[in-house]
């Protein structure tokens, strides 16, 4: 069955940097397209980045574009979110997802990992 | 970016009833439309895509209908494992995927 876990979460300063990683098995991963979705505590879902199965497109929300990267290592089974200049609101456990028959929909989720930006 | 509005936000109803939440499009959004299942300190689980397919494992009373800009999830009897909050999320115009603010379903 598809499983997913995330790593790499964690308190960090306003500011600074952390990578989040996603393990994924019991499915052919680079068959599939990847997202990050994310809940802020007590919150709803709020969607961060797609990236094709091969790795050839990206795609972010607004509110990350231009400080979070999403990457893909089909030779490892892993999903990454480089985040970088992180904020008080990016405080949020963060999910990531495979993507459905068609990439727009999330067929299956990890539990998340929580990142805490806080000075 | 199109916005996603669900009603009601809370939906109190008894056991063995039928349950009845809508999501709302601010454009047409086709059938391209799913809807998540939340229980507290999980991960969302998609319950429908296409507007009214139900994913694997997903049970029969769970449906949905709808297209354009009005969508309904119907429980058709609530279990006691069906209290949790439901989003719904369009996948037609994006990106940026968009969800709805959610439906908690609760106990009455």
């Known amino acids: 069955q598809v499983q997913l876990v995330e790593s790499g979460g964690g308190v960090v300063q306003p500011g600074r940097s952390l990578r989040l990683s996603c393990a994924a098995s019991?499915?052919?991963?680079?068959?599939?397209?990847m997202h990050w979705v994310r809940q802020a505590p007590g919150k709803g879902l709020e969607w961060v980045a797609v990236?094709?199965?091969?790795?050839?497109?990206?795609y972010y929300a607004d509110s990350v574009k231009g400080r979070f990267t999403i990457s893909r290592d089909n030779s490892k089974n892993t999903l990454y979110l480089q985040m970088n200049s992180l904020r008080v609101e990016d405080t949020a456990v963060f999910y990531c997802?495979?993507?459905?028959?068609?990439?727009?929909?999330?067929?299956?989720w990890g539990q998340g990992t929580l990142v805490t930006v806080s000075s | 970016e199109i916005v996603m509005t669900q009603s009601p936000a809370t939906l109190s109803v008894s056991p063995g009833e039928r349950a009845t939440l809508s999501c709302r499009a601010s454009?047409?959004?086709?059938?391209?439309l799913a809807w998540y299942q939340q229980k507290p300190g999980q991960a969302p689980r998609l319950l429908i895509y296409?507007?009214?397919t139900t994913a694997p494992g997903i049970p029969a009373r769970f449906s949905g209908s709808g297209s354009g800009t009005e969508f309904t999830l119907t429980i058709s009897s609530l279990q006691s494992e069906d209290f949790a909050l439901y989003y719904c999320?369009?996948?037609?115009?994006?990106?940026?995927?968009?969800f709805g603010g959610g439906t908690k379903v609760e106990i009455k």
């Open positions: 454009q047409s959004v086709s059938s391209s």
């Open positions: 997802a495979k993507c459905g028959l068609n990439w727009g929909f999330l067929g299956s």
């Open positions: 019991g499915f052919t991963f680079s068959s599939y397209g």
């Open positions: 296409g507007a009214s």
């Open positions: 990236i094709s199965y091969d790795g050839s497109n990206k």
């Open positions: 999320q369009q996948y037609n115009n994006w990106p940026p995927l968009t």
